[in-house]
């Protein structure tokens, strides 16, 4: 364990989670569906900061564990009387469904950061530019399940998806030189397919549990 890259580490992550919820609603507070989305994919960033860790135990319970917490009390079901929620927009337990996501992530993958970030990647960046572009452009709304999507906000999706997981892999080539190689396309097509499919059919802010696992899934199967 090293102590001052652990620390500077969740220094960071706090600060910058911080300053995204202090611009969240003090320069987005007349737009709550924007407000929140832009909460769901700046946090995502996070998992640029994931190498800095060097315990299980600080990443997944001082630095993730938490936010599960602040996440309840800051939604719609807080036996706390909070205003200003973060979650207040749309699914009430969004937020809180991430951190859960990222805390299992966090404690089950924390010697393969880069597995890490493929999930957060999947609910941060492809599920929020589902619900922004569908919002914005979508025309063609399907609903299987009792949640309204659009045919826009999936190809958005599946694209983003396909751009941030490569970046991920890169990024942890570069500085941990591992994975040794992204030759493979599969790696990044099919756990960018199967988390669009997922997302599309779950209902109620489940994606962001179902669509995290579902793209950490398909690349580690797809390793074996």
């Given at each position: 364990?090293?102590?001052?890259?652990?620390?500077?580490?969740?220094?960071?992550?706090?600060?910058?989670?911080?300053?995204?919820?202090?611009?969240?609603?003090?320069?987005?507070?007349?737009?709550?569906?924007?407000?929140?989305?832009?909460?769901?994919?700046?946090?995502?960033?996070?998992?640029?900061?994931?190498?800095?860790?060097?315990?299980?135990?600080?990443?997944?319970?001082?630095?993730?564990?938490?936010?599960?917490?602040?996440?309840?009390?800051?939604?719609?079901?807080?036996?706390?009387?909070?205003?200003n929620r973060i979650s207040s927009s749309g699914h009430g337990l969004g937020l809180?469904?991430?951190?859960?996501?990222?805390?299992?992530?966090?404690?089950?993958?924390?010697?393969?950061?880069?597995?890490?970030?493929?999930?957060?990647?999947?609910?941060?960046?492809?599920?929020?530019?589902?619900?922004?572009?569908?919002?914005?452009?979508?025309?063609?709304?399907?609903?299987?399940?009792?949640?309204?999507?659009?045919?826009?906000?999936?190809?958005?999706?599946?694209?983003?998806?396909?751009?941030?997981?490569?970046?991920?892999?890169?990024?942890?080539?570069?500085?941990?030189?591992?994975?040794?190689?992204?030759?493979?396309?599969?790696?990044?097509?099919?756990?960018?397919?199967?988390?669009?499919?997922?997302?599309?059919?779950?209902?109620?802010?489940?994606?962001?549990?179902?669509?995290?696992?579902?793209?950490?899934?398909i690349y580690l199967i797809i390793l074996l």
């Amino acid at each position: 364990m090293n102590f001052d890259t652990d620390l500077l580490g969740l220094i960071l992550v706090y600060s910058y989670v911080i300053l995204v919820l202090i611009i969240s609603e003090k320069l987005l507070k007349n737009k709550l569906f924007f407000s929140r989305k832009f909460t769901h994919l700046m946090v995502g960033n996070i998992l640029f900061l994931l190498p800095l860790f060097t315990s299980k135990e600080v990443m997944a319970l001082l630095v993730a564990f938490p936010f599960v917490i602040i996440t309840f009390l800051m939604s719609n079901y807080s036996p706390i009387n909070i205003s200003n929620r973060i979650s207040s927009s749309g699914h009430g337990l969004g937020l809180f469904y991430y951190a859960i996501s990222w805390t299992v992530l966090a404690y089950v993958f924390f010697d393969q950061p880069y597995v890490i970030a493929i999930g957060i990647a999947a609910m941060s960046y492809g599920d929020g530019f589902a619900s922004l572009i569908g919002k914005k452009f979508g025309k063609h709304e399907y609903n299987i399940f009792g949640d309204t999507k659009t045919i826009e906000g999936s190809l958005a999706m599946f694209l983003v998806l396909i751009a941030m997981i490569w970046i991920v892999l890169n990024f942890y080539i570069v500085v941990i030189g591992y994975p040794p190689s992204i030759a493979n396309i599969w790696l990044i097509l099919l756990p960018a397919f199967f988390a669009t499919v997922v997302e599309a059919i779950t209902p109620k802010g489940l994606d962001n549990l179902t669509t995290c696992f579902v793209a950490v899934a398909i690349y580690l199967i797809i390793l074996l």
